[in-house]
């Protein structure tokens, strides 16, 4: 059966993130993807954006009529996936509309997007997180980066760990109530990053030459390959596998363009990611 995905997230209007990623790759991946904007932005937030300022109109008010009238058309999804949320009040909206319009068995995927190298994006206080803490608590599969999955943890931000570090990220966003955990942006040898993939109390980690830039919207772009190949029907270890190379793919197209700061030209590599599903679907057909 033909897969439904509800991605809510911000709608920032250039940047190459949140929404204007998702709605693309899911679409590419060969699933049906519609979309619930938190907040539409003029810019993403990070960066120059950081200094420079930017406009951001919250649509929390829209959301609950879009959700009655949902419920009255019997609309349902496969899978609720979630990246940037404005608003504390909005991490409680996604909770009900995840008891209303999730289909039985359906997944419950979160991406807490709210910082990178150890620092929360500007929007975002203590409560934000304490708020992020209970989405993540309820959810199938969280897609934290290290930054994240500390202050999830309320664990110290590390530039250099072991893999003990990580692994206890897992066991302690585990205890939260996460069922399954994937840390992206997880590098364990020099030159080497990856993602650590922690299921049913087994760990993991792919592994990847690691880039001389990074990018931002980059985390967005991971989770939104990772649902569209775990949707159509993917292993959770080897669709976190292949969102990692479509993502270095997006990453590598980029470098040396010093005028695309902002994100990765993720158009580019678009026409790999169904290419590569369908091949391991086909493989696994033999
Ligand atoms: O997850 C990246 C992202 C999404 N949306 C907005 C952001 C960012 C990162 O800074 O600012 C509005």
Redo the contacts with the bound molecule.
């Keep these: 059966m033909d897969k439904k995905v509800l991605s809510i997230?911000?709608i920032?209007c250039f940047g190459q993130?949140?929404t204007t990623v998702a709605l693309p790759i899911i679409s590419a991946c060969g699933v049906e993807c519609a979309i619930l904007p938190s907040a539409v932005?003029s810019t993403?937030?990070?960066g120059k954006f950081r200094e420079t300022g930017f406009t951001c109109c919250d649509l929390s008010s829209e959301f609950p009529a879009i959700e009655k009238k949902w419920i009255e058309g019997g609309i349902k999804f496969d899978a609720v996936y979630t990246?940037?949320l404005g608003t504390t009040e909005q991490i409680d909206f996604v909770k009900s509309i995840m008891s209303t319009c999730l289909a039985d068995g359906g997944l419950k995927i979160v991406d807490p997007?709210m910082a990178d190298g150890g620092q929360l994006?500007p929007a975002f206080g203590q409560d934000y997180v304490d708020a992020m803490k209970t989405l993540c608590a309820c959810a199938d599969y969280v897609l934290p980066n290290i930054s994240e999955a500390c202050f999830l943890t309320g664990s110290e931000y590390k530039e250099e760990y072991t893999e003990g570090y990580v692994r206890e990220l897992c066991y302690k966003l585990e205890a939260l109530g996460c069922k399954n955990v994937i840390i992206t942006g997880v590098s364990l040898s020099k030159g080497n990053t990856g993602v650590a993939v922690y299921e049913n109390g087994t760990f993991k980690h792919y592994e990847h030459k690691q880039l001389s830039q990074s990018y931002?919207?980059t985390?967005?772009i991971y989770s939104s390959a990772f649902v569209g190949a775990l949707m159509r029907g993917l292993d959770s270890y080897v669709a976190a596998g292949l969102a990692a190379a479509y993502t270095c793919g997006c990453i590598e197209r980029t470098i040396g363009d010093s005028d695309h700061w902002y994100g990765v030209k993720f158009e580019q590599a678009l026409a790999d990611l169904p290419n590569a599903i369908n091949a391991i679907l086909e493989n696994n057909k033999k």
């Design positions: 997230q911000d920032s993130c949140s932005l993403h937030t990070a990246g940037y997007a994006y931002h919207g985390g967005d």
